[in-house]
């Protein structure tokens, strides 16, 4: 239970907070290079963003303590979730998102359907602040005794096995929380990536019966 909801904050709100921190940063900067002051629309329009950032933190972290109990994630259907968490992307980013939903996902367990959200979370924001990436593909498969989950973004790549050195080393989830979230779960996890790009998210979730 801990280790979930260590990756809960990690993969949510801790998430929110560090594109707050850069909203917060990029609005300095645009001040500072302002010779006169900002234009109001500006400003205003950077206050909205913020103001929506903090209310995303907000529910993130509400989120998180009624997790605890019943997820909140877990009482919505699989498929509306993921496409508001595709539009609330769009809306803060310009990177282009393409989302595939194949099959019926009613035999996905709370903690599956948990899983697949906050790895979808992760990736995008991954794409969002580390690979430079121009679009994202995530398609999402139910089949009779497996749920499958692929998420591809044209970002630079990395070199994987030097990544999770790192990640380990600094106390990361990120992709370790990923694959550690689905190990849990008895399933298989697998990203291949290179300098150049592309990376390639695979999920393969067994069927509880």
Request: proline share 4%; net charge negative.
């Amino acid at each position: 239970l801990l280790t979930r909801v260590g990756f809960d904050l990690h993969d949510g709100p801790i998430q929110d907070v560090a594109a707050l921190a850069g909203d917060i940063h990029m609005l300095r900067r645009r001040i500072e290079e302002h010779f006169e002051p900002v234009p109001d629309e500006i400003l205003f329009g950077f206050l909205e963003d913020l103001q929506a950032r903090i209310g995303a933190i907000d529910r993130g972290l509400r989120d998180v303590v009624h997790s605890l109990a019943s997820p909140a994630v877990a009482r919505s259907p699989l498929d509306e979730v993921l496409m508001r968490e595709v539009e609330s992307f769009r809306m803060q980013s310009d990177i282009t998102v393409d989302l595939s939903l194949k099959g019926r996902f009613d035999s996905l367990t709370d903690s599956q359907r948990i899983a697949l959200v906050r790895i979808v979370q992760e990736s995008l924001s991954n794409a969002r602040d580390h690979s430079g990436a121009r679009s994202v593909a995530i398609s999402i498969e139910a089949k009779e005794h497996k749920t499958l989950l692929e998420i591809i973004d044209d970002g630079r790549g990395f070199d994987v096995a030097s990544t999770l050195v790192r990640a380990a080393r600094r106390g990361r989830f990120g992709l370790l929380g990923m694959s550690e979230r689905v190990r849990l779960l008895g399933g298989r996890f697998d990203v291949q990536s290179s300098p150049g790009g592309p990376t390639v998210i695979s999920v393969l979730l067994p069927v509880w019966k």
